[in-house]
Nanobody, 126 residues
Framework: QVHVVESGGGLVQPGGSLRLSCAAS????????IGWFRQAPGKKREGVSC????????YYVDSVKGRFTISRDNAKNTVFLQMNSLKPEDTAIYYC???????????????????WGQGTQVTVSS
């Protein structure tokens, strides 16, 4: 069975940090571009970051550049999202998924994606 499992979310104060994990089961993550997405209440799901399969190139939406870092550990078949300097507007459910065909289409109408996991809730509040 092919699926991803997100974990690592929680409640954190503004300025704090969290590290999210995206663990794959049934397939090898490093064969695919992997994206992190988030959906806040009442808003559309947006692409936040992506890491390519070919050379490990990384992509970030402007609102998280300089604060979030995506990485992959192929031995663990896991992709991580390190989130620093968190802001209340980062509050959302975070999901990961394969991005097809590659990171250059992250969040665009040309993007296709693999199945979503259950997501992990990130709440930034004092």
């Amino acid at each position: 069975q092919v699926h991803v499992v997100e974990s690592g979310g929680g409640l954190v104060q503004p300025g704090g940090s969290l590290r999210l994990s995206c663990a794959a089961s049934g397939f090898t993550l490093d064969y695919f571009a992997i994206g992190w997405f988030r959906q806040a209440p009442g808003k559309k799901r947006e692409g936040v970051s992506c890491i390519s399969s070919s050379d490990g190139s990384t992509y970030y939406v402007d609102s998280v550049k300089g604060r979030f870092t995506i990485s992959r550990d192929n031995a663990k078949n896991t992709v991580f999202l390190q989130m620093n300097s968190l802001k209340p507007e980062d509050t959302a459910i975070y999901y990961c998924a394969t991005v097809i065909p590659d990171c250059t289409v992250l969040g665009t109408a040309d993007m296709e994606h693999g199945d979503w996991g259950q997501g992990t809730q990130v709440t930034v509040s004092s």
